[in-house]
């Protein structure tokens, strides 16, 4: 039996949400010399209800699409249309890490407002993210060698089949450890190929829902009109497909529809949700004082660990490494050419973002 994976990452999520949320609040703020022209709160609120409704409606129309379209041949999982579609999820997942998430976490802890010692003697962002991307990759390792333990208990080593027979009947690497005699091989590998999708959508999943809060916290706290409307487009550009990478990490985790709902709830949910506590805490935050900047900022560097972990490792390397994509080499330039796309778009977005 698998672990309860909804169960972990509501309780990850939540722990994140209660405990830093309140770190960010200050009445200190730093002056940093700003123009005022585009300041209206007035103005302001109205643009953040848009921005709720519409990021509500283009996230789940992202993370949706995969798993409505399943049905219809073409977009199925062993489709190589689904397979370019998934790299330009990927480009876009990648881009987000690098041209976003990771530039913003070095302005804010690099900022004039925070004091020279420690956070403008040591580069604290790559250290973060650094040590997320491990830690991402303990998580995938250490579930995934529990659950093969869990599954070879009680297997007599003459049932066992050896990795070398593995791979011919399989016909490909094994990397899970030995297969279960009873089921030749199979079904421990399909069983440890489903968890280690699962693990890879939980995981996403959160990379992702850590920076849509931290963005439409920024976002509803804000009164720059001017900043307002290329952010919420920013936004509604990411979800909508970011959501179309992490869709297709749900579908091919096969999970009931009880927690495929409350994997795109979540997702869907947790900027606008941002949002609505930015607009609540909009009198008491202070994005410039320096408990929000570090806080914000090492959320940020976390969040782009994951997401350029994810991206480069469980995407573009599993695919294009594995034998769809190098039995195939037009399906592969054709995948290479969604990730520049999918790149090109955030890259492009970060110069109004």
Known sequence: MTPSYPKLFLSIFFLILITFTPQALSTSDCQVETSN??????????????????????????VCVPLFTSSIPAFSPDRNLFVIVKSFAAGI????????VLPDSFD???????KDNPWHE?????????????FTQMVHSLTTSVYSRRSNVGVSPEN?????????????????????????????????QLLRQRVIAMVLELGIIVHSVVVG????????????????????????????????CILQAEYKFAKKAMMVFFFSVTAPIGIGLGIALSNT??????????TVGL????????????????????????????????LQLKSYVAVLLGVGGMSLMAKWA
């Open 122 to 134: 040591f580069p604290f962002t790559g250290f973060v993210a650094m040590l997320s991307a491990i």
């Open 160 to 192: 066992q089949v050896s990795d070398t027979e593995g791979d011919q009947e399989m016909g490909l690497a094994n990397t899970m450890g030995h297969f279960d005699g009873h089921h030749h091989g199979p079904k421990t590998v399909g069983d440890a």
């Open 93 to 100: 997942i990648l881009g987000t890490g690098f041209m976003h």
């Open 299 to 330: 959320l940020n560097a976390s969040s782009a660990g994951i997401l350029v972990y994810m991206a480069l490792v469980d995407f573009l390397a599993t695919e294009f490494m594995g034998q769809k994509l190098q039995g195939n080499i037009k």
């Open 285 to 294: 935050y202070k994005e410039n004082s320096p408990t929000a900047l570090i």
């Open 37 to 62: 022209t585009c300041n209206d709160k007035a103005k302001a609120l109205p643009l953040k209800i848009i921005g709720i409704v519409s990021i509500l409606i283009t996230s789940m129309i992202g």
């Open 217 to 248: 916290l920024s976002i509803g706290a804000s009164s720059n009109t001017c900043s307002i409307k290329s952010l919420i487009a920013t936004v509604c550009f990411h979800q909508m497909f970011e959501g179309l990478g992490l869709g297709g």
């Open 108 to 114: 804010m802890l690099s900022s004039s407002c925070l």
